[in-house]
């Protein structure tokens, strides 16, 4: 397990702000409302997605898809354009380990990351870890479920919801928050405790594939070999290059890595190792032999940045494109949904016509009450319902059932396809069209 070295620095600051700024976030929003409904939580059992004030319903994934499509997209995007700054300065995991550190040097001191610490300052240690990772996952957990239902639950002592059950086996399984709860908690004690960087080294894939997603103008972190090498020894003083081999570079790498050994899977570009050398190399006045550069740039210091290139254009235009298509869908976004049914044992032939029963299941996808009318586009058939209109809750759910009839049909047919018009009483423009079959015979 790497526990790195604490450096000061450009990119530390710079870190330390975003963490900061990251972290406020990450307290706040789970709690905020907004009109009364959260402003982002991903609220699976309920299979609704509050995000900055769009609510997604089960009926509309497509808006789910679309945003994910285009997070990948932007990752992809500045990847190419800023090297892996997600993982450097924006991966939970990378902020995560930063607060544990944190937490670690505040409860046993400067005896944090060496070897030899006592058994009762490990205690201490782990004690503490478990209690923020608990933490965490309780903060974490909100932005799955509203928090409203973890404090009611725990409020009422309500930790065993199927304790009503018959069933031996399910009447002690505690809530599903609780089981994330544990699940989350161990997990992340394990990777903080135990596992840490082999997270980015052996787990992670955005590691993988984002590395594969740079290119020869894409910033990554580089150490001057021309200018570093052969390393000084102790007491050389000509002859060699201007790394003195203090090893900096390497204590403070939250990866562990040497990143003298040439561009590795395990560099999150975090910039430390860069804070590292500048400290170093400054009491010798020489410039940092590590920094930010491109490919191109560690070849020849003097080739141009090029951000305006094939992979950035083709990239950017596709986010153009899917943030054009999820602007329109959301313009034309009619917060109703319907599906119709046949009833098949409603099929009547009366002396001089015929009737059919249906059910038309009308959901509201808004939070104000809608009313709602139906109609057949095809005139020759006629509505007996009990009612013109009807009102659907907010949030809610209606099943309207009526008949419908048609005169004979004067040719000999079995069937004919009948459509259903669902008009929104209050937004004339908010109309859906349902298709369904009539049946002739009796
Ligand atoms: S090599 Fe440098 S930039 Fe890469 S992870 Fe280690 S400290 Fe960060
Ligand atoms: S911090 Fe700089 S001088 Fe020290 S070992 Fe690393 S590259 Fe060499």
């Known amino acids: 397990m790497v526990i790195a070295r604490p450096i000061q620095g450009k990119h530390r600051t710079i870190k330390t702000r975003i963490n900061l700024v990251l972290f406020a976030l990450f307290a706040i929003v789970p709690y905020v409302r907004v009109g009364g409904h959260p402003l982002l939580l991903l609220d699976i059992p309920?299979?609704?997605?509050?995000?900055?004030?769009?609510?997604?319903?089960?009926?509309?994934?497509?808006?789910?898809?679309?945003?994910?499509?285009?997070?990948?997209?932007?990752?992809?995007?500045?990847?190419?354009?800023?090297?892996?700054?997600?993982?450097?300065?924006?991966?939970?995991?990378t902020i995560f380990t930063d607060f544990y550190d944190a937490v670690g040097k505040l409860v046993v001191g400067s005896s944090f990351g060496k070897t030899a610490l006592s058994s009762a300052q490990k205690v201490r240690l782990y004690a503490a870890w478990l209690v923020v990772a608990f933490l965490f996952s309780?903060?974490?957990?909100?932005?799955?479920?509203?928090?409203?239902?973890?404090?009611?639950?725990?409020?009422?002592?309500?930790?065993?919801?199927?304790?009503?059950?018959?069933?031996?086996?399910?009447?002690?399984?505690?809530?599903?928050?609780?089981?994330?709860?544990?699940?989350?908690?161990?997990?992340?004690l394990f990777n903080v405790g135990y596992f840490r960087e082999n997270v980015c080294k052996l787990v992670c894939p955005y590691g993988r594939f984002q590395t594969a997603l740079l290119d020869s103008h894409s910033p990554i972190v580089h150490y001057d070999v021309h200018r570093g090498e052969p390393r000084r020894e102790k007491g050389q003083k000509s002859g060699v290059g201007d790394c003195v081999d203090c090893n900096m570079c390497k204590l403070v790498c939250p990866t562990g890595i040497d990143i003298r050994d040439g561009l590795q899977i395990g560099c999150i570009q975090c910039g430390l190792c860069v804070d590292a050398c500048t400290s170093v190399l400054s009491k010798f006045h020489k410039p940092t032999l590590i920094d930010y550069r491109t490919i191109a740039q560690s070849e020849d210091p003097a080739a141009p940045r090029k951000y305006v290139r094939p992979r950035t254009l083709v990239y950017g235009s596709l986010i153009a494109v899917f943030l054009a298509a999820f602007v329109y869908l959301l313009v034309v976004r009619i917060p109703i949904y319907a599906v119709t049914l046949r009833d098949k044992a409603i099929s009547v032939h009366l002396a001089d016509r015929y009737q059919n029963g249906y059910e038309i299941h009308v959901g509201n996808m808004s939070y104000e009450p809608v009313r709602v009318s139906i109609r057949v586009t095809d005139e020759r058939f006629r509505i007996l319902a009990p009612a013109t209109e009807y009102?659907?809750?907010?949030?809610?759910?209606?099943?309207?059932?009526?008949?419908?009839?048609?005169p004979e049909p004067g040719e000999n047919k079995f069937t004919k396809e009948i459509q259903f018009e669902l008009r929104d009483m209050d937004h004339a423009d908010r109309k859906l069209k349902m298709n369904s079959i009539f049946s002739f015979r009796g």
């Open 46 to 93: 309920a299979r609704k997605f509050h995000i900055f004030g769009l609510t997604i319903w089960p009926q509309e994934l497509y808006f789910l898809h679309l945003l994910l499509l285009l997070a990948g997209l932007l990752l992809f995007f500045f990847t190419s354009l800023l090297g892996r700054i997600w993982c450097g300065y924006g991966c939970p995991q």
């Open 138 to 188: 309780f903060q974490f957990l909100a932005f799955f479920v509203p928090y409203e239902v973890i404090w009611s639950d725990l409020q009422h002592g309500e930790f065993f919801p199927y304790l009503t059950t018959s069933s031996a086996v399910f009447r002690f399984v505690p809530a599903p928050w609780i089981m994330f709860l544990i699940f989350s908690t161990g997990f992340a």
């Open 391 to 406: 009102k659907v809750e907010p949030a809610g759910f209606e099943k309207i059932r009526f008949v419908v009839e048609h």
